[in-house]
Nanobody, 120 residues
């Protein structure tokens, strides 16, 4: 089992910055990818950014150049630095940990999510 706890959300003005943190606990063996997803009201959950165990990163086109995903393996924590925030970034952000075996997804773990609101 893996437990994920997000922190760092809140209200920020357009153009501002926030850093989300996701602290993981439990058995991290075979966790190959850590990701951030978001879901706005009335919309589907979408991938924002991901980082593999090897350090490869991937971003949604809408956040490239503005968001940065990183991790501190010693602390089992993943971060999402969000700069130049826009109102359309408003959503509930979820941390995800994916356990795989030979490239096949065995299980996805999710945090409770944290609200990010970008507004004047």
């Amino acid at each position: 089992q893996v437990q994920l706890a997000e922190s760092g959300g809140g209200l920020v003005q357009p153009g501002g910055s926030l850093r989300l943190s996701c602290a993981a606990s439990g058995s991290m063996s075979s966790i190959s990818v850590m990701s951030w997803y978001r879901q706005a009201p009335g919309k589907q959950r979408e991938l924002v950014a991901a980082i593999t165990s090897g350090g490869t990163t991937n971003y949604a086109d809408s956040v490239k150049g503005r968001f940065t995903i990183s991790r501190d393996s010693a602390k089992s924590t993943v971060y999402l630095q969000m700069n130049s925030l826009k109102p359309e970034d408003t959503a509930r952000y979820y941390c995800n940990a994916r356990r795989t075996l030979d490239g096949v997804t065995i299980r996805d773990y999710w945090g409770q999510g944290i609200q990010v609101t970008v507004s004047l």
